[in-house]
Nanobody, 113 residues
């Protein structure tokens, strides 16, 4: 199983980035997918989640700014991040969860003030 995240970048506050996570080795459509982030010195936290039936949930600190979506034909989950803030800086990980959970390698997002 591989979860390959991409889209890392350095942006100014107020800017946008789009993260992608391409999955292989799983029946993607059967998995709930999530994006988590880990800031330096802090615990990993859930950012957004989308179920196999495309029900979405967001952490309060990203509601109205971030959008999670999935394309089952491409085995890919996306995280569109708008209105980025310096506190959004961290390593973003994608997660696939069904009978068991899998993690991607992480991609760095840095937001400058």
């Amino acid at each position: 199983v591989q979860l390959q995240a991409s889209g890392e970048g350095l942006v100014q506050a107020g800017g946008s980035l789009r993260l992608s996570c391409a999955a292989s080795g799983i029946i993607f459509s059967q998995y709930s997918m999530g994006w988590y982030r880990q800031a330096p010195g802090k615990q990993r936290q859930l950012v957004a989640h989308i179920t196999s039936t495309s029900n979405r949930a967001y952490a309060d600190f990203v509601k109205g700014r971030f959008t999670i979506s999935r394309d089952n034909a491409k085995n890919t989950v996306y995280l569109q991040m708008n209105g980025l803030k310096p506190e959004d800086t961290g390593v973003y990980y994608c997660n696939a969860d069904s009978m068991r959970a899998y993690w991607g390698q992480g991609t760095q997002v840095t937001v400058s003030s």
